[in-house]
């Protein structure tokens, strides 16, 4: 049975309400999926670029084609998202008490659609959003110049304000887990209250008839080409929902593993354990014909000749001009002007005096 897999066996006395274990478990497990899938596409990507490079660049938007047709297949089939039907459970309207569908019959349209939309879209844009922030802060943080107009004012603004909506946003789960453990609410999940529905353990009814609906499915023989056809894509998205259940009951440790080995707050532990050695110092290149001489005198900038005005510093080399000649040689060259090594305007470092 592609769906149930060997993972399912029948509702315990205790209720149909799922623990708040089993509710978080089947939240945590795609997102330990992604990861892993981006640390594969990352090392196709790099072994080819030519041939996998297109898969790395749109890794987000083919994720997410893929997750659509995942979690339709399952919402259609088993009226819940993959990885609740990897752990026992299903979607239920709200409202349904004792009369629950069986699994088989599916989500109405509304709640179906809401419940997609909540499972693959707010994933994408939170991550989208995410990853925007890390792009602002990298420019805000070796930008050197102050706001001059009111996009940057607005996105500084933006990043100042990114950390307590994101906490609110998090705090939101956590109220709401909170309220789930003392039994004070139906959901676990605020997207599950968006969506209009609630998760209950599958039954033994409910097993029954999925098995008998995969029978019915497979038994079936059509004659028409389109009939065919079809029959063809759902046997192979079938195939690839069940190679995804059961291996993942083989290798969750194992995703998980990845997620914990590429999360960046285990960056500097990974790098400190697998680093090379720090290399030499550069070799002192020889000053080329136009590069500068260097000054008598410590105050005085070596490209213009002139007692420094709003001293600067290439972090590159270290060397001190004059803010304005600093900007303009590298602006033009992207070098040092007195020792030629490479450097970039992010390299230019304001320098204050005691006095100022």
């Not at 993972?7 to 274990?21: E, I, K, N, Q």
């Not at 789960?173 to 003392?182: D, M, V």
């Not at 080409?225 to 894509?233: K, P």
Request: with cysteine; aromatic share 12%.
């Amino acid at each position: 049975m592609a769906e149930v897999g060997a993972h399912l066996t029948a509702a315990p006395a205790g209720g149909d309400r799922p623990s708040v274990f089993e509710a978080v478990a089947q939240d945590s497990l795609m997102a330990a999926v992604k990861p892993a899938l981006q640390h594969l596409v990352k090392v196709l990507a790099e072994s080819n670029p030519a041939r996998y490079g297109f898969l790395w660049h749109w890794f987000d938007e083919i994720y997410v084609l893929l997750d659509v047709l995942l979690q339709q297949h399952y919402l259609a089939r088993c009226s819940a998202s993959f990885s609740e039907n990897f752990y026992s459970l299903k979607r239920i309207p709200m409202g349904d008490g004792r009369q629950q569908p069986l699994a088989t019959a599916g989500l109405p349209k509304r709640q179906h659609w809401k419940s997609l939309l909540l499972l693959v879209l707010v994933p994408y844009l939170k991550g989208k959003l995410e990853k925007l922030v890390s792009t602002l802060r990298e420019e805000d943080e070796y930008s050197i110049h102050p706001p001059s107009s009111s996009w940057k004012r607005f996105y500084r603004a933006f990043l100042a304000a990114y950390p307590y909506v994101n906490m609110t946003w998090e705090g939101w789960f956590l109220i709401q887990q909170l309220c789930y453990i003392l039994g004070k609410a139906e959901h676990h999940s605020p997207m599950l209250k968006l969506a209009g529905v609630r998760l209950v353990r599958l039954t033994a009814e409910d097993i029954q008839a999925l098995e008998r609906k995969w029978a019915e499915t497979t038994s079936n023989q059509t004659h028409s080409f389109t009939s065919r056809v079809q029959s063809a894509l759902r046997k192979a998205l079938g195939g690839i929902a069940f190679s995804l259940s059961t291996g993942l009951s083989v290798s969750v440790f194992f995703l998980q593993f990845l997620d914990w080995w590429y999360s960046s707050e285990n960056q500097e532990t990974i790098k400190s354990l697998t680093a090379l050695p720090t290399p030499p110092p550069p070799v002192h290149l020889e000053q080329e014909p136009s590069s500068a001489l260097l000054p008598s005198l410590k105050s005085v900038c070596p490209l213009c000749r002139k007692v420094r005005v709003n001293a600067t510093a290439l972090a590159t080399s270290g060397f001190v001009f004059c803010y304005r000649c600093a900007y303009g040689y590298v602006k033009a060259h992207q070098r040092c002007p007195v020792t030629g090594y490479a450097t970039e305007l992010q390299h230019l470092v304001k320098l204050y005096s005691p006095e100022s």
